[in-house]
Every structure is written in structure tokens, then in C-alpha cells.
């Protein structure tokens, strides 16, 4: 098991660009989730599926977001047009639902720079 | 909605000094608590939880009780060390409304010097 694991680890685009970040999550795990962290802050939450279906969006996550997990394993999350507020450090994490608390194990993440 | 309060860094202690960080929370239902660490340079990591009221939390030296009567779930730590400086974050998570996602504090940086 390596853990979960994010790409690319860093990505430097130009505003309007768009971009793609892809995580693996732990293969046991059928939970996955996307959360957005800025400088000083705690992560945010953006969405999450369960297997293949992705059963909540935040009202973060505008139109120009998009998240995909297709066969319910690995997932993309696009961001189209990007824009200078979207400059963050974008977690993956996956869980295991079962009974007890739903512990996230969390990727090291994709850092997006939007100059 | 659900939401989680900690209290505001930096928090700089020298070695082998107590640490208390404040955590306190909004939720329905019967939410579980963690405190997860982010140590420079690396992604999240879980440090400790609990699911119930009263539930002791513990790990490296850490821990934390679930106080349901007051809402809080404070990280304590008798003696810190030079390598637990870092970010400290407060989490919940909650069935009620049929959403588990987790829902973060701020984060209270930590900074040991020797």
C-alpha cells in the first residue's frame, strides 16, 4: 500500500489555462475526496464520491470545476479558465466506509500556481 | 451548518513545555472529532480521534477528550518536542444530513524551540 498519491505534486499555468490534477487513492478504499487549502487556512472541502458516484459538491465548486472518478478507482479533478484565486494547494483523500469513524487518509497534494 | 473553532496561532513553547490547543465545535447529531497534523512539507496525517462522548483520544505523547457538555475536544500534550512543530488541525465529521465530509479549523501552527 503507498498511501495515496497525487499528480503532478506542482503545477504552474497561466490565467485561463485550464489544468488537471489526478488521484490514486489507497485501492481498498471506496471513499475519495477533493478538498482546496490556502496559505493560513484549513482545507476546504470540494467534493467526494463514493465508488464511481460523486454524491456531494460544495457550493465552492463552480462551474469551472469538474471532478470525475470513472470504475470508481483513481480521480480528476479540471479546473477550466483557471483564475488567479484559484492558486491553492488542491488534497486528495481516500476512506474506507465502515463502522467507526470515517478516517481520511489524505495525498501530499497538487500545488497550483495561477500567474 | 457544522463548524469547528481553534484557537489562533503562531504558538511558539520551548522544549519539554506544556502545550494546550483550544478546539471547540458546532455540529448536529453525534459527530466524530480528530486532530490531524501537517509536519513541513508533507500532506495531512491523522494524529488522533474520537467517536463518543467522553472518548479519550491519544497518540506520540498527544490526546484529547470528547467533552459533549462544554463542546470541545482540546489537544494537550505534557512535554513537546523539537519535532512536533507543525500545523495542527481540528476536525469533525457528522452522518446527520447524510453527509460525512470533514469540516476543518483554521489550523494553529506550532513552533518548539530547543
Known amino acids: 500500500d503507498t498511501g495515496v498519491s497525487q499528480d503532478p505534486r506542482h503545477k504552474i499555468t497561466k490565467r485561463g489555462q485550464n489544468v488537471t490534477f489526478r488521484c490514486d487513492p489507497i485501492?481498498?478504499?471506496?471513499?475519495l475526496y477533493w478538498y482546496r487549502q490556502t496559505l493560513g487556512q484549513g482545507p476546504e472541502f470540494l467534493t467526494y464520491?463514493?465508488?464511481?458516484?460523486?454524491?456531494?459538491k460544495s457550493r465552492l465548486l463552480s462551474d469551472r470545476f469538474s471532478a470525475e472518478r470513472p470504475k470508481g478507482s483513481f480521480s480528476t479533478l479540471e479546473i477550466q479558465r483557471t483564475e488567479q484565486g484559484d492558486s491553492a494547494m488542491y488534497l486528495c483523500?481516500?476512506?474506507?466506509?465502515?463502522?467507526?469513524?470515517?478516517?481520511?487518509?489524505f495525498g501530499a497534494g497538487s500545488r497550483l500556481t495561477v500567474l | 451548518g457544522n463548524s469547528v473553532t481553534q484557537m489562533e496561532g503562531p504558538v511558539t513553547l520551548s522544549e519539554e513545555a506544556f502545550l494546550t490547543i483550544n478546539c471547540t465545535y458546532t455540529a448536529t447529531g453525534y459527530p466524530s472529532l480528530f486532530w490531524y497534523v501537517q509536519y513541513p512539507g508533507e500532506g495531512l496525517q491523522l494524529l488522533l480521534k474520537?467517536?463518543?462522548?467522553?472518548d479519550k483520544g491519544s497518540n506520540k505523547g498527544f490526546e484529547a477528550t470528547y467533552r459533549k457538555e462544554t463542546t470541545s475536544f482540546h489537544l494537550e500534550k505534557g512535554s513537546v518536542q523539537v519535532s512536533d512543530s507543525a500545523v495542527y488541525f481540528c476536525?469533525?465529521?457528522?452522518?446527520?444530513?447524510?453527509?460525512?465530509?470533514?469540516?476543518f479549523g483554521k489550523g494553529t501552527k506550532l513552533t518548539v524551540n530547543p
Open positions: 474520537a467517536t463518543k462522548a467522553d
Open positions: 485501492s481498498e478504499h471506496n471513499r
Open positions: 464520491f463514493q465508488n464511481e458516484a460523486q454524491l456531494e
Open positions: 483523500a481516500s476512506s474506507l466506509v465502515s463502522a467507526g469513524a470515517n478516517v481520511l487518509t
Open positions: 476536525a469533525l465529521s457528522s452522518l446527520q444530513g447524510g453527509s460525512e465530509k470533514l469540516v
